[in-house]
Structures are given as C-alpha cells and as structure tokens.
C-alpha cells in the first residue's frame, strides 16, 4: 500500500495538530502509546507520522522525506522552501511583528539596527520600505538586544505580547499574521495528489466546522 | 557495443537520451565552459538564481561560470536563424543549491529548438519531455501548464497589477486562504475568486480541465491560447497517459519568462523535479529578429540517489592468486572468467569492504 509520510512538529502544538488529523479520520492509536519509537503508522488508513524539531519540518518535506507536514508561517517565510502550502489550519496564530522600548522613535537619518531570529524576512520587509538597516541574527533572548543597546529594535514572533511587556518593550508594527500550515512536497503531490487532498480535504472541512 | 552495466545512473540516463535527441535530428551543441558575465546581468530574469561564480580572464574581462546553458546558445546565434535550429546538448552548469545555499557544479542535458516554430515543433519538444522521462522510468509524472492562457485568463477577469503578485503567489502556493481574506473585504469579484481557486487545481484528464475553465474562456485572446494548449496536449495523447500527465497551474506563476506552454517532470522516488522547459518567445525575440523557441533541460544531480541500477555487487568474481601463480597464467585465467560474462578482481587475499558473488582460486 502506498502510504503518505507526515511530519509533525515536537510539542504542544504537533499534538493538536494531530488530534486534527485524528479527527479527520487519519487516526494512529500508537502515537498515544508511550513508547522509544520515533515512526508510527496506520497501515488500513495508508498514513505514517514522525515527530521532528518544528523548524526542521519544512526541510523534511522540501527533500521529500515526509509527503506532507505542518510548519508555521514564520518558518515558510523565513527558509522559503520549495513546496505547495495547502491549508491554513488557523492554530498557534500570532503575529511577525516590530517591537521596541515604550520611548523609540525612528530616526531616518540613522541605519536601523535589527535584532532577530528572522533574518530573511526582517530583511525582505525593511527592503519594502527601503529603510537602510543593520541586522544582527541572534539565536535566543531576543528581548535583551534592545534593552543592552545591541539593538534599535527586534523582529520577532508576538502571541499575547506579555512577554515584551515584562521587558519593557511594545509591539510596533505587524509585519505578517503567523499560523501553521499544511505543506506538501512538490514531487508528492504529483504521484500522490488525490490521496493528499483527501488528506487536506478532511482536514480543511474539520477546521471550518471548529472555527464556524 | 557499451556495457550499460559499467555506467552510473546519470551517465546511463545520458546516454540513453542523447541517443533519442539524435533519433530526432537534434545535433550535439557543445560550448565552452565560460561565458561573458555581462551576458547573464542582462538577463537576470531569465536565471532561476542570480549568484554566479565569476573570475577576470587574463585580459582583464569579467567571466562567469556557465549557470545556465540556454543564453548561451541563443546568444551565439546571431541575430537570425535560418529556419528552424533543433540542438541538443549535455554540459554542467554551476548553480547555487537551494537546499544548501552553497555552489554546486549539476550535470544538465536537454535541447532547444530555435527559429520560426509551430504548433509541430512545440508538441514534438513535449513529446521529447516525455519520452526522456518515460526513458528513465516507467514511473514518471510530467506536469504541464500555459503561461499565456494564465495570463490572458486574469487580465480577462480585471486582476490588478497591485494585487497581481499576491494572487501569483497563491497559485503558486496552492493556498487559497489569503485571496478568500480578499473575496471578503472585497478587493476580489466572486468570478475573480473562482479562477483563482481554478488555478490552484490539478487537472488530470482533459474534460476536468475543460470544464473548470471553459465559463472563463471569453476573449480571442483567452480562446486563441486556450485553443493552443488544447491542440498540444491533444498532439500528446494526453489522456492516453492516465494519470502520468497533468495540468497544474501552479507552474506558470512560478517562471516569469516563458510565454506559452511549461512544463516540470517528476520521477517517483527523487523529491525535487528532475525535467523542465516550456516555450520562451520573449527572451528569445531580445537575442534574434524573428521567431519563438522552446526546449528543455533534465537536471542529473539527483539521479545518483535514484535507487534505479544499484547492483547487488560490486564485482562478481574474486581470483585468488598467490606469488607463486604466473603473471600469463593469471590472466589467461581471468579471461575465460570474463569471457562468461563475469566481472573479475585479482587478489592475494579476500578483501573486506568489497561484495562478491563468488571466490576462485588460481589452479596451481
């Protein structure tokens, strides 16, 4: 049988998304199980999941070792990878946006310094607005780069924005809405397109009766 | 007669392709591996990346390494063809790779077909396509689309320039949810949203395709190209390949240069596209006066993971021989082995990391 690999993300946010596809019909009692395995498959249905780290999901469908898989929005604008986004399952929303000291202003006579973890897409936005800046990539802690003066401001992922407000700092523009999507590799869904979009079909009516 | 036994899945896929080019009367271009880098800055659009390698010649002229083989036959043409130019050709290029954001030397080899083409030319280059596919495995899938029918289609239903790069980008995607954002605060008509939704589909048979878009074919423009892409999948069989060929419009949004048809072929088992060309009149009509050009190019890094004649052995007889055993003695034993069609490793002793079928040893 052919079966379709599907890669989840570790974490809280890669069980809900697969009690959506539980509750799409692709279930796999299995993945419950507290076990060392690392794949799981359900071989009525035709379907196999593996948990791997989120941001490294896209790589896994980009070079097919997963048919599909569910990334978030910031990791798809971020790396770019080469596959179809099939649908926006409306979880894990938050926002791409610019956040600095409550007292920032921008001033334009000066290269703006940007601390992120987004390179690719601070860039792309600040091009935009043909603003001349200065980024600097960092891995962690982003809040502090403003705070010690590393930064002017930060691009970085806001949910509630708590989190910055404990460091004194306040979201100032929103760059992009972030949410995770349904991704397929190219070349599966060109020999297996009609049993990714049962898949993606099932999904879809799902999260529309939720969100009704 | 050559032991297809000895070559390596690109080398053999090279082989077998430049024997059905040269079926059909492509000749063999060859070229040089540089080119003048001011060639590709004038073309950027044309590129699918624009970092090249590039070094000073002696003379003091910028250089680049070759990314690409298709500027560079049509920039030695000149600026007219005489009728019409079938070539083929097999060269590498040195690209960056996407997956790792590093330069990587790929082996390509395809053909172009140059000068006052037709509708014949245009189908005959898809049919190569296919047949190169079909040539690599039987297990293949060959995804077709139209950029001028695409085009025509969203400048027909009133698509603007300032939502025209959103909406390419959902084709592209195959995601429909920021265009529905776009159909509710009404910035798209509901006739605008359903061939954008039309778009994102795939279409494996002929009256599915037919179906979804005829209420959308209105202009002579949208007829005169819908009728076009008709006759070449029709030239085709298209619906004769059940399943392996299929429209998907995705592709058109993804290649700003060509005009009429494009293509992207798949082979089961290698997960990036390893096929694709379409037509490309308007780069071409920058280089020459009069005519249109389509071709194609099959990209060979990836065939060395195909898993297509991974042989059970490396060699399949070991001849054990020992320092008393005569040099002539040795070989005239190893031809007759060879002579059964055996492939034959002469060793003092069993090696350890090569597989073998059998072990002889030298009679004394």
């Known amino acids: 049988m052919e079966f379709i690999n599907v890669a989840l993300p570790k974490g809280r946010l ?8 539980e509750k799409a019909g692709f279930e796999c009692p299995s993945i419950k199980e507290n076990s060392r395995k690392l794949t799981f498959e359900n071989s009525e249905k035709g379907i196999r999941y593996f948990w791997v780290k989120p941001s490294d999901v896209a790589i896994y469908v980009e070079r097919g070792a997963a048919d599909i898989g569910v990334a978030g929005k910031d990791i798809l604008l971020e790396y770019e990878p080469d596959v179809y986004e099939l649908l926006d399952l409306h979880m894990g929303v938050c926002r791409m946006a610019v956040a600095a000291p409550e007292n920032f202003r ?39 780069a403003p705070i010690l003066g590393l930064s002017d401001v930060i691009v970085d992922i806001v949910e509630t924005g708590k989190t910055l407000l404990e460091n004194g700092l306040v979201p100032f523009e929103t760059i992009v809405p972030i949410s995770a999507r349904l991704i397929s590799n190219k070349a599966s869904y060109s020999f297996k397109a009609n049993k990714i979009n049962e898949i993606k079909n099932a999904m879809e009516e799902y999260v529309r009766n939720k969100n009704d | 007669m050559i032991n297809e036994k000895l070559l390596k899945n690109e ?14 009367g492509y000749t063999q271009y060859k070229m040089s591996k540089f080119e003048e880098y001011d060639l590709y800055v004038r073309n950027k659009d044309f590129l699918i990346s624009d970092r090249i390698i590039t070094f000073t010649d002696t003379n003091g002229k910028l250089l680049a390494l070759k990314p690409d083989v298709t500027l560079s036959i049509i920039n030695n043409f000149g600026k007219s063809v005489d009728g019409i ?75 603007s320039d300032k939502i025209m790069d959103l909406v390419l980008q959902s084709v592209k995607l195959k995601s429909t949810g920021a265009c529905e954002e776009m159909l509710k605060s009404g910035k798209l008509t509901e006739q605008q949203f359903e061939l954008i939704k039309a778009f994102t589909v795939n279409y494996s048979d002929i009256y599915s395709f037919n179906k979804a878009f005829c209420e959308f074919i209105n202009s002579e423009e949208c007829k005169k190209h819908f009728d076009e892409f008709q006759a070449i999948i029709s030239g085709v069989n298209f619906d004769e390949f059940k399943g392996k060929l299929t429209i998907n419009f995705s592709l058109s949004s993804d290649a700003g240069y060509y005009s009429g048809i494009v293509f992207k072929g798949y082979i089961a088992g290698i997960p990036t596209s390893v096929l694709s060309g379409g037509q490309y009149d308007t780069l071409i009509k920058k280089f020459i006066n009069d005519g249109g050009a389509v071709g194609f190019a099959v990209y060979l890094d990836n065939f060395e ?23 002539q003695e040795i070989l005239k034993t190893a031809e007759k082995i060879k002579s ?18 059998r072990v002889v040893r030298m009679e004394g």
């Open chain 2, 340 to 357: 059964t069609g055996d492939s034959v490793l002469i060793q003092t002793e069993l090696p350890q990391n090569i597989r073998y079928r």
């Open chain 1, 14 to 21: 890669g069980e809900k998304v697969y009690d959506i596809f």
């Open chain 2, 85 to 159: 130019q079938k070539m083929y050709y097999n060269e590498n290029v040195y690209r960056v790779s996407g997956g790792t954001g590093k330069f990587k030397e790929i082996m390509q080899t395809g053909l172009e077909c140059i000068g006052k083409i037709s509708l014949y030319e245009i189908t005959e280059v898809l049919y190569l396509a296919i047949k190169s596919l079909q040539l690599t495995d039987s297990n293949f899938s060959l995804e077709l689309s139209h950029a001028g029918l695409m085009n025509a289609l969203l400048s027909d239903v009133g698509i």
């Open chain 1, 106 to 144: 921008d001033d334009k006579s000066k290269t703006l310094k940007v601390a992120t973890k987004f390179s690719n897409i601070a860039s792309n936005y600040y091009a935009g607005l043909c603003r001349d800046i200065d980024i600097i990539h960092l891995n962690g802690s982003i809040e502090l």
């Open chain 2, 11 to 24: 080398e053999l896929a090279v082989y077998r392709l430049r024997e059905l080019y040269s079926s059909f």
């Open chain 2, 305 to 327: 993971r195909f898993k297509l004649a991974t042989p059970e052995y490396d060699v399949d007889t070991i001849l054990l021989v020992d320092k008393n055993d005569k040099p």
